[in-house]
């Protein structure tokens, strides 16, 4: 059965960090580039960063740029999501993705990121 979980979301005041993780199962994560999305409410989901399979290439969305790093670990089959100098704005659920040209894509089922003092 494939998986995606998503961890890590939670409360943090402005300015403060935290670690989204994100774990598959049922899949051979390594042959797949991960993507973390977001979706705030009222909003269309957004792509925050993406990975290549190997992790050689990243990118970010420019609100993102220089707060948020993605990253992996193939041997754990998991995808990270550090996240710095977080801002109210960045408050919305984040969700994990999992795509490969020519095969299914799969998504988590989100983690809620709130932002506030």
């Known amino acids: 059965q494939v998986q995606l979980v998503e961890s890590g979301g939670g409360l943090v005041q402005p300015g403060g960090s935290l670690r989204l993780s994100c774990a598959a199962s049922?899949?051979?994560?390594?042959?797949?580039?991960m993507s973390w999305y977001r979706q705030a409410p009222g909003m269309e989901r957004e792509l925050v960063a993406s990975?290549?399979?190997?992790?050689?290439?990243?990118n970010y969305a420019d609100p993102v740029k220089g707060r948020f790093t993605i990253s992996r670990d193939n041997t754990k089959n998991t995808v990270y999501l550090q996240m710095n100098s977080l801002k109210p704005e960045d408050t919305a659920v984040y969700y994990c993705?999992?795509?490969?040209?020519?095969?299914?894509?799969?998504w988590g089922q989100g983690t809620q990121v709130t932002v506030s003092s």
């Open positions: 049922g899949f051979t994560l390594s042959t797949y580039a």
């Open positions: 993705y999992a795509a490969k040209r020519g095969y299914v894509s799969y």
């Open positions: 990975i290549s399979s190997t992790g050689g290439s990243t």
